[in-house]
Every structure is written in structure tokens, then in C-alpha cells.
């Protein structure tokens, strides 16, 4: 189990009552006094406002769900709706609904959905990508076997079924949609996922860039810039009930990426002050968190915090479902503040964020800091002196550089873990709620086994560091080999089954290609000999699912090759953004010869 956790004054997280009364004994007579549902300052914690549209669309939803239940009810169809008339109307015309025994009956339901509201996804029309050619040249080179290169022509092909662009009717009445407006067409990943995401769309244009479609990818970053210009930061995705939090950082992975490709000095040159203002988003008081380590020396590192303390609006019922449990509103608002929280981190939801892995109640992620985020923001401090200094901008380049610098030394530090080999997170232990410094001890470490722990080995530049140590490298993937994360059909994202989709036996395509990728940039023959074995385990595994159900899947099952991933909250997706852009990127790096077997071995 991880260690149980205290609020930090910083982020004035708190941790739900349910938290103590899931710690075991042996931990709640050191720590009980130093656990508190009421941290100093809380009442100036950030909550993005609502709209009205929204609170509607949340009452029709929870209605919905009465006349319709559970089985197979999905939430955020409701709120994706986008109405043809006005609000006002749509309200007047749903309180007027017959209502025996205080629910809808179907056929009125439907016919007040037919009447007031177009499809869910209608305001995202399909568009077709320019710079789309059904075999680009010089398109993946390396694979020679003819059956895994008529499949990745399909995978290829699956960017025209994903290419979208808002329509003119967003524009012209913003107030009827919770879709945002965006500048250039979009890629979205699939199914439910009708608007574009932030982090998957990394991955995404890692695999528009194996298929030549570099206009395409840079409109994908253009998009996102865009929202930082409007909101000082990427939303987690293109809606109006995202404008509360993010995701994993890596836009600037993905302006490095296009300009490696595109050598697009423009590009980069007008990027770069949205890639500054994310910095500072990331760095802002609500994220930031100082630990002194032994030595006496503080570090800042970042830890996630959305600006939420509501049921999410694409799935309130489940989030409303979720808090029944708990006794009181204010510690309802605490649990929705941690989901919020754990949604920004796009692992959700896994046995990582929680202090006892069978309560989802006990969600405490703002009071952990993760080893990844704190790589990916490592990565941006480095990407952007490198851009800075690609335009002639010394004076940033070299503060950034420093900041990268004390950057690592934190990840060096704080979650480096010698016995294991591996950097862990890091559980905010507080002896004190308005303490501005939190002291690093050893056993707050999670010592518990997930993929993340190896993410800091895909950092390009820390593989670098690596690397002039050979020993160093070898010894991580030693842990890595030996901390029963490899299976038949990848990296499994835990070792702990729990039910969550971001726990075993799921793997997940970022999460492959990050440890794949990290590995392969390293000097070890050994290391880059396991990248490629992962990979090809991985390409097997969505190749086979794909032969056997005609799409690519969100997540797999690693237990079994062809296997589809499951749990959650929602059902298995297809599409799929990130899984078709890894295993591009994947075919483009390590081809695939002849003479290989591409069914399950």
C-alpha cells in the first residue's frame, strides 16, 4: 500500500475522511494528527465557474438516466448535445415533460431530444485532410512483410475517418454548445471521445508524422495553442466543461517533434510564448510544491490540481453515484475535487492515486507528486531553451536551461529510488497544514510498481545523461525486466487488477511508447534489444486485435495477444487516436522484416 497522505498548504488539498478510515493501524497512530479535511486557505481554492448550459445539460442527463438506467447509460452523450434553439426554449419545453412517478417515459424523452437538440458530434463535421495520400512516399521504409504493410496502409487510412473541424454554427452560436471553437481541423481519437484531447494528440502526431501529413499535426498544435492564448492553458479537451483543468503536458513535444520533421522555424517562433505561458501554468501556486530533500536543498516541483469541486459534467451521475457514500457536501466536494484532479492526469482511474486501492473514495492525488508529470515539464523546460535559442532568444534559453537543471536535480532527488532502481512518486506528508515546506522522507516513496516509474528514461535529453553512465541504464532495465510490467502483449500499466482501466492487466499505447522509446535512445545494446522486442510484442498485439474486430482499440488487455482492454467507467473505444499513431511510429523505428511472424506467437 502507499503511504497515507496529509494536505500540503500549497495546493490546499485535502484528503477525504475515508482516507483515515482506510489507513491501516500500523500508519494511524504516527500520522492521524497529521491528516485534516480543513487545510488553511481553502476557502481562496480555485473553482472554474459553470455555465448555464451546462447545469442543464447535467439536469437532462440525471434524468435521462432515471428514464433510461444504468445499463449501457452513457453521461456524456447528454452533455455533448448541441441544442438547436435557444436555452431558454429547450428549458421551458423540458419542464413541461409528463413526469408519472417523477420520470420520463421514453417516447416523450425521445421526442424532446428529436425536437430540441442535432446528434451528439454533429458540430464536429467531417473534414478532409489536404495533405492525406493513401500511400505517402517514403512511408515507412523499413517494413518489408507485405501483411503488416497492407495493415498499416489501414491504420494510415483511419486519419481520414478521425480528421474533423468545428462547424460554422459554433461560431455563429457558441452558446448552444459546450464544443469550443478552434481554429484548423482537428484529429480526434474515437468513438465518445468526439472533441480533441490534449495529451493523446502527442501520440497522434507522432503518427501523422510517419504518414507524411505534416500540415496536419501542426494544425493539431495550433488548436491547442490556441486555447492556451484563451485560457493560459490546453484544456484537457475541446469543451466547455474542460475549461477546469489539463492534462499531461507535452505540447512542446509536440512543436518539437513537427519542427525535427518540418524544420518549420516559423512554427516554432510562434509557439514558443504560448509554450511560456503553460510553463507558468504549471508553475502557478495551485500546482507548485516545495520539498527539501537531506541535504537541506528545496526543490519545486509540480503536482496535478484541477479547479474543481463538482461531480465532472461528462459523467455526474457516476461521480454523484460515486460520493453517495460519503456523509457530508463538504466531503463530497473534497472526493470531487480529487477525481477532478485525477481526470487531469490522464490516468483515470487508477490504484495510484488512491491510499486504499478498493475505495475509490480515497482518491488522493493532490497530495502526490508524479515522477511523470514532473519529467514531462523536465522535457518543456528543455524544449523550450532549445527553441529559445533556435530564434536567437539567449536570455530565455539560458533560464530555462536552468530550470531544467534544477529540474532533474528534483527528479534525481525526490523520486530516484537506489534499492529499486526506479524513480517513484512521491506522498505529501505534512506535519503541519500551513507548512510552506514539505521535508522529504524515504517511506513516503510509493513503493508500489507502476509503468510510470520508468518515464523519466524517455526524456530524450536525461537518456542522454544516462547513457554516459552505461551501468546506470542497465541497471533501470534490470528493474524493468524483473518488476513483472512486461507481458505477452506489452507493458501492463500496474500490477495491481482492481477493475480500474489504468490499472493491470491494461497496457496502454503512450505508456509503451514512452519506456520503448526511452530505451531505444540509450547506448545499451541490451536496452535498445528490449525496446525492440516490447515493440514488436505491441504491434502483434494490435495487429491481432485488429484482424479480429476490424478496429484499433483505446487499451489492450498485455495478459494475452489480440486481447481488448477493459474496466473503467465507460466501455472499450475504438478508433483509436494514440494506438494508431504508436503503432506507426513504432513501424517507422523498428520496421518489420520479411521473415517475422505478425500473428500471435
Known amino acids: 500500500m502507499a503511504p497515507p497522505t496529509t494536505p500540503k498548504s500549497a495546493s490546499n488539498a485535502k484528503v477525504s475522511i475515508s482516507l483515515l478510515l482506510s489507513l491501516p ?28 448550459l451546462i447545469s442543464f445539460l447535467e439536469s437532462l442527463q440525471s434524468a435521462a438516466l432515471a428514464t433510461l438506467g444504468p445499463d449501457g447509460f452513457d453521461p456524456k452523450l447528454y452533455v455533448d448535445l448541441p441544442l438547436k434553439t435557444d436555452l431558454a426554449a429547450t428549458e ?97 481519437p474515437g468513438s465518445r471521445f468526439r472533441e480533441v484531447y490534449y495529451w493523446d494528440s502527442y501520440w497522434i502526431i507522432r503518427g501523422l508524422l510517419a504518414s507524411k501529413m ?16 484563451i485560457y493560459g492553458f490546453v484544456l484537457n479537451g475541446a469543451r466547455t466543461y474542460y475549461t477546469n483543468r ?29 509554450l511560456l505561458k503553460e510553463h507558468s501554468f504549471w508553475n502557478s501556486d495551485i500546482h507548485k510544491v516545495i520539498i527539501q530533500d537531506l541535504q537541506g536543498c528545496k526543490h519545486s516541483v509540480s503536482h496535478y490540481y484541477a479547479m474543481w469541486n463538482k461531480p465532472r459534467p461528462e459523467t455526474a451521475t457516476i461521480d454523484e453515484e460515486s ?59 528543455l524544449d523550450i531553451a532549445f527553441f529559445a535559442k533556435l530564434i536567437g532568444d539567449n536570455s530565455t534559453s539560458e533560464k530555462f536551461l536552468a530550470a531544467s537543471k534544477a529540474r532533474q536535480a528534483a527528479i534525481k532527488s525526490i523520486f530516484w529510488n537506489s534499492e529499486m532502481e526506479q524513480w517513484l512518486d512521491y506522498w505529501l506528508i505534512s506535519k503541519s497544514n500551513c507548512e510552506e515546506v514539505n521535508q522529504w522522507e524515504a517511506h513516503y516513496q510509493n513503493r508500489n510498481i507502476f509503468a510510470s516509474n520508468f518515464i523519466p528514461l524517455w526524456i530524450e535529453t536525461y537518456s542522454t545523461d544516462l547513457c554516459k553512465d552505461g551501468t546506470m541504464v542497465e541497471k533501470v532495465l534490470k528493474s524493468l525486466q524483473s518488476s513483472g510490467l512486461l507481458r505477452v502483449g506489452g507493458i501492463a500499466t500496474s500490477l495491481s487488477n482492481t477493475g480500474q482501466q489504468w490499472d493491470f492487466p491494461n497496457g496502454w499505447a503512450p505508456l509503451q511508447h514512452m519506456v520503448v522509446e526511452g530505451l531505444a535512445n540509450s547506448v545499451s545494446k541490451e536496452a535498445k534489444s528490449v525496446a525492440e522486442d516490447i ?65 500471435c506467437q
Open 246 to 274: 489539463s492534462q499531461p503536458p507535452l505540447l512542446s513535444s509536440m512543436v518539437f517533434e513537427i519542427y525535427r520533421r518540418s524544420g518549420d522555424l516559423a512554427f516554432v517562433k510562434k509557439s514558443l510564448p504560448s
Open 535 to 599: 515493440a514488436i510484442r505491441w504491434i502483434r498485439t494490435n495487429y491481432a486485435a485488429y484482424m479480429k474486430t476490424g478496429t484499433m482499440h483505446e487499451k489492450y488487455d498485455v495478459e494475452a495477444c489480440g486481447k481488448i482492454g477493459g474496466g473503467g467507467e465507460y466501455k472499450p473505444q475504438t478508433g483509436f487516436g494514440w494506438s494508431n499513431g504508436v503503432v506507426l511510429a513504432f513501424l517507422e523505428e523498428f520496421g518489420w522484416p520479411h521473415d517475422r511472424e505478425i500473428d
Open 323 to 381: 460520493a453517495s457514500k460519503l456523509a457530508s457536501a463538504s466531503q463530497k466536494e473534497i472526493f470531487y475535487h480529487q477525481v477532478a484532479s485525477t481526470a487531469e492526469s490522464g490516468w483515470d482511474f487508477s490504484s495510484r492515486w488512491m491510499s486504499n486501492s478498493s475505495d475509490f473514495t480515497t482518491l488522493a492525488t493532490t497530495s502526490i507528486i508524479p515522477v511523470d508529470l514532473n519529467a514531462f515539464i523536465y522535457k518543456m523546460e
Open 25 to 52: 493501524l500500523l500508519f494511524f497512530s504516527s500520522f492521524a494528527m497529521q491528516v485534516s479535511t480543513a487545510p488553511c486557505g481553502d476557502a481562496s481554492a480555485p473553482v472554474k465557474p459553470t455555465t448555464p
Open 214 to 229: 505534416y500540415d496536419t499535426a501542426k494544425s493539431i498544435a495550433n488548436n491547442l495553442i490556441s486555447l492556451i492564448d
Open 92 to 188: 421551458e419545453a423540458f419542464a413541461r415533460l409528463p413526469r408519472p412517478g417523477g420520470v420520463i417515459p421514453v417516447s416523450d424523452l425521445d421526442r424532446f431530444l428529436g425536437d430540441y437538440f442535432g446528434e451528439a458530434g454533429s458540430d464536429l463535421v467531417h473534414a478532409e485532410p489536404e495533405d492525406f495520400v493513401a500511400e505517402p512516399e517514403g512511408f515507412l521504409p523499413k517494413v518489408e512483410n507485405p501483411k503488416v504493410r497492407a495493415w498499416a496502409l489501414e491504420v494510415h487510412s483511419l486519419w481520414k475517418n478521425l480528421t474533423r473541424r468545428v462547424s460554422d454554427e459554433v461560431r455563429r452560436r457558441p452558446e448552444r454548445h459546450t464544443l469550443l471553437p478552434l481554429p484548423g481541423p482537428v484529429v480526434v
